[in-house]
């Protein structure tokens, strides 16, 4: 039997909706909020506000109004309680070695700081223990695995978008568009839109250039503009496979803007669930 149908087989009582003044209330004050918090956004972009801190003291306490608005309205809506999937949390062994590989890559990463604290331009040596950092802290995390407690979500979702294999392969398929369409959307006429080859693009293709012939340029240093000396790195890597041209320094951007979809896709499921 699956998770879904053991969820939809236990019949818990409705969750009450809120009271409607203090949901009225609530709304009311959430609205307020966003008002106000875009009121002062304005304002902070103004000469006279860059001197001040009372407006951000302001901006803090109708961000504060607004989460507060949300959460008492987060069970607004009746409906049946959803019983969270809880992650399979690890056995003690297994936690202590996952907190022991992430101490040792945090220890790591200090090493690299006190070694390039004095000059970051004599960084040689430090990205084999960077990358090892790394690599340490994402088993770490890998072995620590999920932390916290599992919370049970508003009502009605369940039986708006329940987990069944038809639903699954809807998803799918509209991951499959949405990804599709932001390909199409990220490339279409890419020759003529934006005209030419903006600025920065050629100076970082530049920094790019002058580490391939050979500059001794520290990876954990800044270029042109304060670009980080990473993202050069990477420029450097397209060029150096793909040939310095055109289409080479147009795939620099496209590459991360067509990964960033699925990424969002996986972090947005795995917050606010598939419908989403």
């Given at each position: 039997?699956?998770?879904?149908?053991?969820?939809?087989?236990?019949?818990?009582?409705?969750?009450?909706?809120?009271?409607?003044?203090?949901?009225?209330?609530?709304?009311?004050?959430?609205?307020?909020?966003?008002?106000?918090?875009?009121?002062?956004?304005?304002?902070?972009?103004?000469?006279?506000?860059?001197?001040?801190?009372?407006?951000?003291?302001?901006?803090?306490?109708?961000?504060?109004?607004?989460?507060?608005?949300?959460?008492?309205?987060?069970?607004?809506?009746?409906?049946?309680?959803?019983?969270?999937?809880?992650?399979?949390?690890?056995?003690?062994?297994?936690?202590?070695?996952?907190?022991?590989?992430?101490?040792?890559g945090l220890a790591?990463?200090?090493?690299?700081?006190?070694?390039?604290?004095?000059?970051?331009?004599?960084?040689?040596?430090?990205?084999?223990?960077?990358?090892?950092?790394?690599?340490?802290?994402?088993?770490?995390?890998?072995?620590?695995?999920?932390?916290?407690?599992?919370?049970?979500?508003?009502?009605?979702?369940?039986?708006?978008w329940a987990d069944?294999?038809?639903?699954?392969?809807?998803?799918?398929?509209?991951?499959?568009?949405?990804?599709?369409?932001?390909?199409?959307?990220?490339?279409?006429?890419?020759?003529?839109?934006?005209?030419?080859?903006?600025?920065?693009?050629?100076?970082?293709?530049?920094?790019?250039?002058?580490?391939?012939?050979?500059?001794?340029?520290?990876?954990?240093?800044?270029?042109?503009?304060?670009?980080?000396?990473?993202?050069?790195?990477?420029?450097?890597?397209?060029?150096?496979?793909?040939?310095?041209?055109?289409?080479?320094?147009?795939?620099?951007?496209?590459?991360?803007?067509?990964?960033?979809?699925?990424?969002?896709?996986?972090?947005?499921?795995?917050?606010?669930?598939?419908?989403?």
């Open positions: 039997m699956s998770h879904s149908e053991d969820i939809q087989e236990v019949r818990l009582p409705r969750a009450a909706a809120s009271n409607d003044i203090h949901s009225g209330r609530y709304l009311l004050a959430l609205c307020a909020a966003l008002a106000f918090g875009i009121v002062i956004v304005l304002q902070l972009r103004q000469e006279w506000a860059k001197d001040e801190s009372w407006p951000w003291l302001l901006l803090l306490t109708a961000m504060f109004v607004g989460a507060r608005a949300l959460r008492e309205l987060e069970l607004w809506l009746p409906g049946e309680p959803i019983l969270p999937r809880l992650a399979a949390f690890p056995t003690r062994r297994r936690r202590i070695t996952g907190a022991a590989y992430i101490l040792a790591l990463t200090a090493l690299i700081i006190v070694r390039l604290w004095p000059d970051y331009h004599k960084w040689q040596g430090t990205p084999i223990f960077w990358l090892a950092a790394l690599a340490l802290i994402s088993i770490g995390a890998w072995l620590v695995g999920a932390v916290g407690h599992g919370a049970p979500r508003a009502a009605t979702a369940m039986s708006i069944t294999r038809r639903n699954r392969w809807l998803e799918a398929a509209a991951f499959l568009f949405i990804f599709a369409l932001a390909i199409f959307l990220r490339t279409y006429r890419l020759d003529r839109i934006p005209p030419g080859i903006y600025v920065d693009e050629t100076n970082g293709a530049l920094d790019s250039l002058y580490i391939l012939e050979g500059r001794d340029a520290s990876p954990f240093g800044t270029g042109w503009y304060g670009t980080p000396n990473g993202y050069i790195y990477y420029m450097a890597a397209i060029f150096k496979l793909f040939g310095a041209n055109w289409i080479s320094l147009k795939l620099v951007s496209l590459i991360p803007a067509i990964l960033t979809v699925p990424a969002v896709y996986l972090l947005g499921r795995l917050l606010f669930g598939p419908l989403a």
